[in-house]
């Protein structure tokens, strides 16, 4: 049976083949993409077309890019996601797509898609994702704040020690770390023993962090 399955696609023409192809890559990209979102502190506020548009008036290929308006701490600003291809090969055309959102008054934020796409990265971010809406009380996360700023070694285990109020102690420290409030590096396996620090602790910020950190700042100097 598997055979047929085998033939039949060997049958299908080239162009159905690579529709198909792309059509599974949008999918993935799409998911990838909200996989990250939902981890950090950004909140997504839906489409903008007028982005989609002026990439498509810049060249950029069809269903290889999520565009995404978001807010980060007060900033408003939209995501564009390009796929591997396309920030390899087409990077002059997002730039110049970003230059015309400029003059429209839209802060562009330009990510590629391997940044997102690594298993490592991805299971955490579902991970942390997961516990973004676990509640903690305003003691324990002063108490988890605490241990952070005076223990520059502190783990994810020792900040879990310091909540009492909740069913799930881990899942509340990681809940800040969603929130932005703390640090934790998204690069190795989250585990008891996962350093934790002040987001502004640049050696325990992981490089997606610190990638998306640059790119704020200069939507910051942008707007001012």
């Given at each position: 049976?598997?055979?047929?399955?085998?033939?039949?696609?060997?049958?299908?023409?080239?162009?159905?083949?690579?529709?198909?192809d792309?059509?599974?890559?949008?999918?993935?990209?799409?998911?990838?993409?909200?996989?990250?979102?939902?981890a950090?502190?950004?909140?997504?506020?839906?489409?903008?077309?007028?982005?989609?548009?002026?990439?498509?008036?810049?060249g950029?290929?069809?269903?290889?890019?999520?565009?995404?308006?978001?807010?980060?701490?007060?900033?408003?600003?939209?995501?564009?996601?390009a796929?591997?291809?396309?920030?390899?090969?087409?990077?002059?055309?997002?730039?110049?797509?970003?230059?015309?959102?400029?003059?429209?008054?839209?802060?562009?934020?330009?990510?590629?898609?391997?940044?997102?796409?690594r298993?490592?990265f991805?299971?955490?971010?579902?991970?942390?994702?997961?516990?973004?809406?676990?509640?903690?009380?305003?003691?324990?996360?002063?108490?988890?704040?605490?241990?952070?700023?005076?223990?520059?070694?502190?783990?994810?285990g020792?900040?879990?020690?310091?909540?009492?109020?909740?069913?799930?102690?881990?899942?509340?420290?990681?809940s800040l770390a969603?929130?932005?409030?703390?640090a934790?590096?998204f690069?190795?396996?989250?585990?008891?023993?996962?350093?934790?620090?002040?987001?502004?602790?640049?050696?325990?910020?992981?490089?997606?962090?610190?990638?998306?950190?640059?790119?704020?700042?200069?939507?910051a100097?942008?707007?001012?």
């Amino acid at each position: 049976m598997s055979s047929v399955r085998c033939t039949a696609s060997k049958l299908k023409p080239r162009s159905d083949l690579r529709a198909s192809d792309l059509e599974r890559d949008y999918a993935c990209l799409i998911e990838e993409a909200s996989d990250s979102t939902a981890a950090f502190n950004i909140q997504v506020d839906g489409p903008d077309p007028l982005v989609e548009t002026l990439l498509r008036a810049a060249g950029v290929r069809p269903n290889s890019t999520v565009v995404t308006r978001a807010r980060h701490e007060g900033l408003r600003f939209t995501v564009v996601v390009a796929t591997t291809g396309v920030w390899r090969d087409q990077m002059a055309r997002l730039l110049s797509m970003r230059r015309a959102a400029r003059k429209l008054n839209i802060r562009v934020l330009l990510v590629p898609a391997g940044r997102l796409r690594r298993p490592l990265f991805r299971e955490n971010c579902r991970l942390v994702s997961r516990c973004r809406d676990i509640e903690i009380t305003a003691s324990d996360r002063a108490a988890v704040l605490d241990r952070v700023a005076l223990d520059p070694h502190a783990t994810l285990g020792d900040c879990a020690a310091c909540v009492v109020a909740s069913n799930d102690p881990v899942g509340a420290v990681l809940s800040l770390a969603a929130s932005g409030a703390i640090a934790i590096d998204f690069n190795c396996h989250i585990n008891g023993f996962s350093r934790v620090s002040s987001p502004t602790n640049r050696q325990c910020m992981p490089v997606d962090r610190l990638y998306a950190a640059a790119g704020m700042q200069l939507l910051a100097r942008a707007r001012s």
